[in-house]
């Protein structure tokens, strides 16, 4: 016997995860190519018009769409600036790096926001992706950073340069102070281009 229930629809729910991004391109091999080179993707489904691919549990993370001729993307014009991407430490964030950087692939706005630092990356089509690790051990000492004056003067970050940061993390610096964000004082967004 089926019992009837309603579904309480007075609250928000969160989704329980990202399941997945989709980008459509006209560059199709090179956009997969680079999603296999940046995110350590493998290829789950390949036809002649779309790609599914992964790098962990998920059956799909990244999809690509083949669109031939689409315009490429303009400056200036409202739409998806990024998606970021959590490594679990310094060492993981700088391997990817410099294995990256050997490649050519090399990050277009490396900066340390305070509660993150942060690489971001241009795909072939100009989309973004935030390589990142957290600043801090929890969630919640992350958080209590927005509420900070520091933030509250400089809430872009500081930006560095990758090779010092990884010579120093080489050298064996404690991954607290290549954490540690710079205070340089008042910042805004016209103090940086964000791409």
Same mark, same amino acid.
């Given at each position: 016997?089926? @019992? $009837?229930?309603?579904? #309480? ?9 990202? $399941? ?12 997969? =190519?680079?999603?296999? $080179? ?18 962990? %549990? ?6 690509? *769409?083949?669109? /031939?001729?689409?315009?490429? @993307?303009? #400056?200036?014009?409202? +739409? ?19 294995? *990256? ?5 090399? /990050? ?13 990356? $241009? #795909?072939?089509?100009?989309? @973004?992706?935030?390589? @990142?690790? =957290?600043?801090? %051990?929890?969630? !919640? ?15 872009? +970050? ?11 993390? !080489?050298? +064996?610096?404690? =991954? ?12 805004? *967004? ?6």
């Amino acid at each position: 016997m089926t @019992q $009837a229930r309603s579904v #309480d629809s007075s609250k928000t729910i969160p989704p329980a995860r990202l $399941a997945h991004i989709v980008l459509r391109t006209s560059n199709f091999d090179e956009m997969i =190519e680079w999603y296999k $080179a940046v995110l350590g993707c493998e290829i789950v489904y390949k036809d002649a018009i779309l790609c599914f691919m992964t790098y962990d %549990e998920e059956h799909h993370r990244v999809a690509i *769409l083949n669109m /031939p001729d689409l315009k490429p @993307q303009e #400056d200036g014009f409202a +739409g998806f600036h990024h998606a970021a991407f959590t490594f679990d430490s310094m060492a993981d964030l700088l391997s990817t790096y410099k294995r *990256l950087r050997d490649k050519g692939i090399k /990050p277009i706005f490396p900066i340390n926001h305070g509660p993150t630092t942060s690489m971001y990356y $241009a #795909d072939p089509d100009g989309n @973004q992706l935030e390589l @990142q690790i =957290e600043n801090y %051990e929890t969630v !919640e000492e992350s958080t209590k950073f927005f509420f900070t004056e520091a933030f509250a003067e400089n809430p872009i +970050g500081v930006e560095f340069d990758p090779d010092e940061l990884l010579a120093r993390f !080489e050298a +064996g610096e404690s =991954e607290e102070t290549l954490k540690a964000r710079p205070d340089v004082g008042a910042r805004g *967004l016209e103090a940086v281009k964000l791409r």
